[in-house]
Nanobody, 125 residues
Framework: QVHLVESGGGLVQPEGSLRLSCAAS????????IGWFRQAPGKAREGISC????????YYVDSVKGRFTISRDNAKNTAYLQMNSLKPEDAAIYYC??????????????????WGQGTQVTVSS
């Protein structure tokens, strides 16, 4: 059974950093597309970054480009999202996701087959 478990969220001051983890079980993350999404209160869930199943495509939405870095550790079956220079507008619940479909770089929520439970990121002074 596929499971994704996010961790690493929390409260951080503006310009601070967090690293989110997405621990996978029930499938081999190295062969799967992984996406990171976020959802702020009152807003739709948006895809912000992804890495393709072969790792040859890495995509970032413009609002996080240059500040966030997606990666995966195949030995640990875990994906990461390093978030630097955080802004108040980055505050949201962050979800990792995977799919049997392409997913990256389209990052369409409708293409997601499995979601994690989410981790809250709050950016405030």
């Amino acid at each position: 059974q596929v499971h994704l478990v996010e961790s690493g969220g929390g409260l951080v001051q503006p310009e601070g950093s967090l690293r989110l983890s997405c621990a996978a079980s029930g499938f081999t993350l190295a062969y799967s597309a992984i996406g990171w999404f976020r959802q702020a209160p009152g807003k739709a869930r948006e895809g912000i970054s992804c890495i393709s199943s072969r790792g040859n495509i890495i995509y970032y939405v413009d609002s996080v480009k240059g500040r966030f870095t997606i990666s995966r550790d195949n030995a640990k079956n875990t994906a990461y999202l390093q978030m630097n220079s955080l802004k108040p507008e980055d505050a949201a619940i962050y979800y990792c996701a995977t799919s049997l479909k392409r997913l990256c770089p389209s990052l369409l929520p409708t293409e997601v087959d499995y979601w994690g439970q989410g981790t809250q990121v709050t950016v405030s002074s």
